[in-house]
């Protein structure tokens, strides 16, 4: 059995901790002076060994949370019309 290191365990949490990690894990690896090149070989895997994301899916999510903070800040009204599917 192979062993996994630390390197591909930091990889793996940020890719089950969703897509912002992902992005951040991404621009991580393309900077080998700040992370050791192992974590940077690593997190280079999440710019194109990912599972497929469900586009529908990522426009939902971003829809729902634009409107959650829109109506946190008071910026929505009740019979504004936001976005239409």
């Given at each position: 059995k192979q062993q996994t290191t630390n390197a591909q365990r930091v990889a793996a949490a940020l890719e089950n901790l969703g897509p912002t990690f992902v992005k951040f894990g991404q621009a991580l690896s393309s900077r080998p002076d700040i992370v050791p090149?192992?974590?940077a070989?690593?997190?280079a895997?999440?710019?194109d060994d990912m599972e497929p994301f469900d586009t529908d899916l990522a426009?939902?999510?971003v829809l729902r949370e634009?409107?959650?903070k829109n109506l946190e800040r008071g910026s929505l009204q009740g019979g504004d019309v936001v976005?239409?599917?």
């Open positions: 090149q192992s974590l070989a690593a997190l895997k999440l710019q426009k939902d999510i634009l409107l959650k976005a239409e599917r």
